[in-house]
């Protein structure tokens, strides 16, 4: 079975440019959520989704961030505009229905420069 | 002051040791405790989870959770060089919006050396 995974690996992009981050969750799993861990710093939770629906999104720093779950299947976050601080890495996971056990990505690591 | 603290190390120990690792939470609605472990340039891995207090043993693991100290703790028995990695400790409240979202520690960074 394909566990989480997560696109691009590495992005470097400028700030003020836009970038994608893409999380296909594992199959069958409804909740799907976003962390970010910036440099010297905890892993913190950005938002959950259930299926397509956004569950929580506490943890979403500023409208610069927009998260997307099409068909309750992948998910994406944008970035837009990019800023200095948005470096660090985002994981994605996911988990059953009513279950903490969370899997995550790889996670992909964003460089704004 | 953080939810959850964790002495981020470095703690380096010889190959065959018993490791100890702890967090230190403030919120006692926490019920659900996990420890993950993180390699170098990979995501979190679930190595065990704990709901509420009492210990959990999985082969050279042990997950204890102490409720009313807010303490909780991973031990790692006859620890391998394969051991060496970030260990992250997490909590997560039970029920309603917040159900599934992991509250963090710092994290661990453990090395065992030959």
């Known amino acids: 079975e394909a566990g989480v995974t997560q696109f691009p690996s590495h992005s470097v992009i400028e700030k003020g440019q836009t970038v994608t981050l893409r999380c296909d969750p594992i199959s069958g799993h409804d909740n799907l959520y976003w962390y970010r861990r910036v440099m010297g710093k905890e892993i913190k939770f950005l938002l959950h989704f259930v299926k397509e629906s956004k569950q929580d999104e506490s943890g979403m720093p500023n409208n610069r961030f927009l998260a997307e779950r099409t068909g309750g299947t992948y998910s994406t976050l944008k970035v837009q505009p990019a800023e200095l601080e948005d470096s660090g890495v985002y994981f994605c996971?996911?988990?059953?229905?009513?279950?903490?056990?969370?899997?995550f990505g790889q996670g992909t690591r964003l460089t704004v420069v | 002051q953080k939810e959850v603290e964790q002495d981020p190390g470095p703690l380096s120990v010889p190959e065959g040791a018993i490791v100890s690792l702890n967090c230190t939470y403030s919120?006692?609605?926490?019920?659900?405790f996990m420890w993950y472990r993180q390699y170098s340039r990979k995501g979190p891995e679930l190595l065990m989870y704990?709901?509420?207090?009492g210990n959990k043993e999985d082969g050279r693991f042990t997950a204890q959770v102490d409720k009313s100290s807010k303490y909780i703790s991973l031990f790692i028995r006859d620890s391998q060089p394969s051991d060496s990695a970030t260990y992250l400790c997490a909590m997560s409240f039970v029920g309603g919006t917040s159900y599934g979202k992991l509250t963090f520690g710092q994290g661990t960074i453990l090395t065992v050396h030959p």
């Open positions: 919120n006692s609605a926490f019920q659900y």
């Open positions: 704990t709901y509420s207090s």
């Open positions: 996971a996911s988990s059953q229905v009513r279950t903490t056990e969370a899997f």
